[in-house]
């Protein structure tokens, strides 16, 4: 049994189970009881993929097309428009962690055991009550550099501390219940086009609810890389095997069936080709981690000009941290920061830095007293990040302090997430807020980009 299992609660292992299968759509879904929310990403129907030339396996979602249209609109799609990747912390991060409080004079008595020494944190300029955890190093170094926008408390009026439901809300923009597609998934119906599946990337093998769309395509990937022809015939004989296999796949047919054999063939043939040029040149520093991997691999895939306009990772490990807070949660914030960091110096080192904001989320933060097992419960306020060479790099949203905690001694949120979502969406990828997250008109736009 990992840590994360060990540590989280009964509710978050079966909010991780519904969204699992609500992504791979077709498998059915476990019993929902009365009240509770579909996951954003239902009935969407499932096919598969190989992309020419990428080496991507993806499970599609969303269309009816045949997959040769759905490889034409991907060849034909305009790949140079600004990008956003949405990271999620799964779990619920405790923001007071990875900002510690340590100018609050509530915060050691809130906090007798986690409570972080000063010398355990690392300087957070813009208020001087906060400090960064000492593991996320790499992203006080960014935020130094004016490329992180923080939010310190973001939330909703109303919270709700469920992972399954706060999640949800999240996912789709909104705090109702029941919706079947998510907020970057409506963005992609209004400007996408309906044969470019990569327009809405997941990196995480199952669909992530907030790029369900109700038109257009959109993709997970279910592999990363590894495509390989193989032969037990030595050389010189292996190599004239693989030119006559890629002579069978450019020969003409008029039988469907055939022709759909020889595009297998010939679509094989150019992968041996082409894959080549998704090995890294170097490692880049990225953590040896599924988050690590993830975020290279989508730097390559940006470099190769795939059409993404938005893409999804989620973190490494979980940050639901009831049980013996400080076993997980270092290492945990030390492997997204590390990660989140190298992705930032990737872009840069490739000229794709101007194009890419990362917008950095978990559905709630802790409760602001510790518990008797060495962590911490739901909460309400958690963080929120925009990270980027065009992110505004302020503090956005003050932190509310320690003082005036709800009624259930949860930290009081000063931003709204819908409100951060209407800036990006308006901001960043010029897009019309209120035919995607209800009641647009109502937030107050923060200032995310530069």
């Not at 989620?314 to 807070?325: F, M």
Request: aromatic fraction near 6%.
């Amino acid at each position: 049994m990992s840590s994360v299992d060990r540590n989280c609660c009964r509710e978050y292992t079966r909010s991780q189970m519904l969204h699992a299968a609500a992504a791979e759509a077709g498998r059915g879904l476990p019993a929902i009881e009365s009240g509770m929310p579909e996951p954003a990403g239902t009935g969407l129907t499932r096919r598969s993929l190989m992309l020419k030339g990428a080496g991507l396996a993806l499970a599609v979602y969303g269309t009816s097309l045949a997959l040769p249209n759905l490889d034409q609109g991907i060849a034909a799609a305009d790949p140079a428009g600004r990008i956003l990747v949405s990271v999620y912390l799964d779990g619920g991060l405790d923001v007071m962690s990875l900002l510690a409080p340590t100018g609050d004079p509530l915060y050691r008595k809130l906090r007798p055991n986690l409570a972080m020494k000063e010398i355990e944190t690392l300087p957070f300029p813009e208020d001087e009550r906060l400090r960064w955890h000492y593991s996320a190093a790499k992203l006080a170094r960014l935020h130094k550099e004016g490329k992180v926008t923080v939010f310190p408390a973001m939330g909703y009026d109303g919270p709700d501390q469920s992972h399954f439901t706060s999640r949800h809300f999240y996912e789709i923009g909104e705090i109702e219940v029941g919706a079947r597609t998510g907020w970057l998934g409506r963005y992609l119906d209004q400007v996408g086009t309906s044969d470019n599946p990569l327009q809405g990337l997941s990196l995480d093998r199952i669909l992530s609810p907030a790029l369900a769309t109700a038109t257009n395509p959109v993709a997970a990937m279910s592999t990363y890389g590894g495509f390989e022809l193989s032969s037990p015939a030595a050389e010189p004989v292996r190599a004239e095997l693989y030119s006559s296999f890629e002579k069978m796949g450019a020969l003409p047919s008029g039988d469907p069936g055939t022709r759909q054999l020889r595009d297998a063939t010939a679509q094989t043939a150019r992968l041996r080709h082409d894959l080549p040029a998704l090995e890294p040149v170097e490692e880049r520093d990225y953590p040896d981690t599924p988050m690590g991997s993830r975020l290279r691999l989508l730097a390559q895939y940006l470099d190769l000009g795939l059409p993404i306009r938005v893409a999804s990772v989620t973190a490494t490990g979980g940050y639901d941290t009831h049980a013996g807070q400080d076993y997980t949660l270092k290492e945990n914030i030390k492997a997204t920061s590390d990660s989140l960091y190298a992705f930032q110096r990737d872009l840069e080192s490739r000229g794709l830095a101007d194009r890419v904001l990362v917008h950095v989320w978990s559905e709630f933060g802790r409760r602001a007293t510790e518990n008797g097992s060495a962590g911490t419960d739901h909460g309400a306020a958690g963080i929120g990040m925009v990270i980027g060479s065009q992110a505004s790099g302020r503090m956005t949203g003050e932190f509310p302090g320690l003082a005036r905690l709800d009624r259930l001694g949860n930290l009081r949120h000063t931003s709204d997430f819908r409100g951060l979502y209407c800036g990006l969406l308006e901001q960043w990828l010029d897009q019309d807020p209120d035919p995607i997250v209800p009641g647009a008109s109502g937030f107050i736009r923060p200032q995310v980009v530069r």
